[in-house]
């Protein structure tokens, strides 16, 4: 099985779990994630799993930014922001999104020096995670796409996966759409993909799946397939 046995230390790592209640807004989460960085980078085998949901907020990754010319980037950020919602732009990978309640967000801070290496083994896996949340709550049709990072519901994305590695230590993470409201995705082309659309589990379902339904279901199986233990 691909997804079993890559820990490269002999003892099951133990990843802290900080639940963030209420909305969080986006700046707030980087400074988190910065700390939690530090101390993993402080504290080898300290990793921590953030789970959140933030307040609206557009986010742009280094390819919108390569992609764009000052000008047009800051006309972009001000359009966006006219909608209602923060605007930043991250060191994530990837281009546009939308993050808002109603949405499940996890960022993995992990030291991937305890881990296999491989940037792609960790994408694959988080990938992997999101396909088997979904699945227990329902939402068995769920695949990958050879060419797009997420997971999708036919030619919906439903889970979206962005991040960042740096020191061998990742920042950034995935976001599933639990609930939250789709007219945000429509003043973008999400994650540069214009002949996709985006859906969420209560859609796909035809019933309410609120955040607090799922996160114990991506935690449970965060845990079994990064093969750590996740404790509050």
Same mark, same amino acid.
């Given at each position: 099985?691909?997804?079993?046995?890559?820990?490269?230390?002999?003892?099951?790592?133990?990843?802290?779990?900080?639940?963030? +209640?209420?909305?969080?807004?986006? %700046?707030?989460?980087?400074? /988190?994630? *910065?700390?939690?960085?530090?101390?993993? $980078?402080? #504290?080898?085998?300290?990793?921590?799993?953030?789970?959140?949901?933030?307040?609206?907020?557009?986010?742009l990754?280094?390819?919108?930014?390569?992609?764009?010319?000052?000008?047009?980037?800051?006309?972009?950020?001000?359009?966006?922001?006219?909608?209602g919602?923060?605007?930043?732009?991250?060191?994530?990978?990837?281009?546009?999104t939308?993050?808002?309640p109603?949405?499940l967000?996890?960022?993995?801070?992990?030291?991937?020096?305890?881990?296999?290496?491989? +940037?792609?083994?960790?994408?694959? %896996?988080?990938?992997?995670? /999101?396909? *088997?949340?979904?699945?227990?709550?329902? $939402?068995? #049709?769920?695949?990958r796409?050879?060419?797009?990072?997420?997971?999708?519901?036919?030619?919906?994305?439903v889970?979206?996966?962005?991040?960042?590695?740096?020191?061998?230590?990742?920042?950034?993470?995935?976001?599933?759409?639990?609930?939250?409201?789709?007219?945000?995705?429509?003043?973008?082309?999400?994650?540069?993909?214009?002949?996709?659309?985006?859906?969420?589990?209560?859609?796909?379902?035809?019933?309410?799946?609120?955040?607090?339904?799922?996160?114990?279901?991506?935690?449970?199986?965060?845990?079994?397939?990064?093969?750590?233990?996740?404790?509050?």
């Amino acid at each position: 099985n691909e997804y079993k046995s890559y820990l490269s230390m002999a003892t099951r790592q133990v990843v802290q779990l900080i639940k963030v +209640p209420g909305l969080l807004r986006y %700046l707030e989460g980087l400074e /988190l994630q *910065r700390q939690r960085c530090h101390s993993a $980078l402080a #504290h080898p085998g300290s990793h921590s799993l953030i789970l959140c949901q933030h307040s609206p907020v557009y986010t742009l990754g280094k390819r919108q930014g390569r992609l764009l010319s000052p000008d047009t980037l800051a006309a972009e950020q001000n359009r966006l922001a006219d909608l209602g919602a923060e605007v930043h732009v991250t060191n994530r990978g990837g281009l546009t999104t939308f993050h808002g309640p109603g949405q499940l967000v996890a960022y993995p801070i992990l030291n991937l020096n305890f881990f296999k290496r491989s +940037p792609r083994w960790y994408v694959n %896996l988080l990938e992997e995670t /999101l396909i *088997r949340t979904c699945g227990e709550v329902g $939402l068995g #049709h769920v695949t990958r796409d050879c060419g797009n990072v997420g997971i999708w519901c036919g030619d919906r994305k439903v889970g979206a996966v962005g991040v960042n590695l740096q020191s061998r230590i990742t920042t950034h993470g995935v976001a599933l759409n639990c609930c939250n409201h789709l007219k945000w995705f429509t003043e973008i082309v999400p994650c540069g993909i214009a002949d996709r659309g985006v859906t969420t589990l209560s859609h796909e379902l035809e019933r309410e799946v609120e955040v607090e339904e799922v996160e114990p279901v991506f935690v449970k199986h965060f845990g079994e397939v990064f093969e750590v233990e996740v404790k509050a």
